[in-house]
């Protein structure tokens, strides 16, 4: 199963709209557990803003579901100025050795 880590950069002066977007997304479209699990979400500040890293675990064959679930999550921020984000897909070490031909060791 792979992971989808979804990465967001924002400048420091849109922190309240982002946070107000965030609590209207937790709102209007929840966490489905049916498509995966939060494993971590962090953010951190640095001299380009804020920045935000979550990692999911996505279950067995919902891959292109959970992409589109968060895919609609994020559109609500396509209007702060300034918001960046990343959708990325991570295999996972069984994953990647079994693209290369390879089991791993037991």
């Known amino acids: 199963m792979p992971y989808v ?7 420091p002066h ?8 965030v609590m ?4 209007n479209n929840p966490p489905d ?10 953010v951190k500040s640095n001299e380009n803003g804020i ?3 979550e990692i999911i675990e996505v279950k067995e064959g919902k891959l292109e579901e959970n992409l589109t679930h968060y895919s609609n999550a994020l559109v609500m921020y396509h209007n702060i100025e300034g ?9 996972t070490i069984v994953e990647a050795m079994g693209m290369l031909g ?4 037991e």
């Open 83 to 91: 918001f960046r984000y990343k959708v990325e897909v991570w295999s």
């Open 14 to 21: 849109k922190t309240g709209e982002v946070a107000k977007g």
């Open 5 to 11: 880590l979804i990465k967001s950069w924002f400048p």
């Open 33 to 42: 557990r049916s498509l995966g699990k939060s494993l971590a979400t962090a």
């Open 51 to 53: 920045a935000s890293i």
């Open 24 to 27: 209207e997304e937790l709102k």
């Open 102 to 105: 390879m089991k791993p060791p």
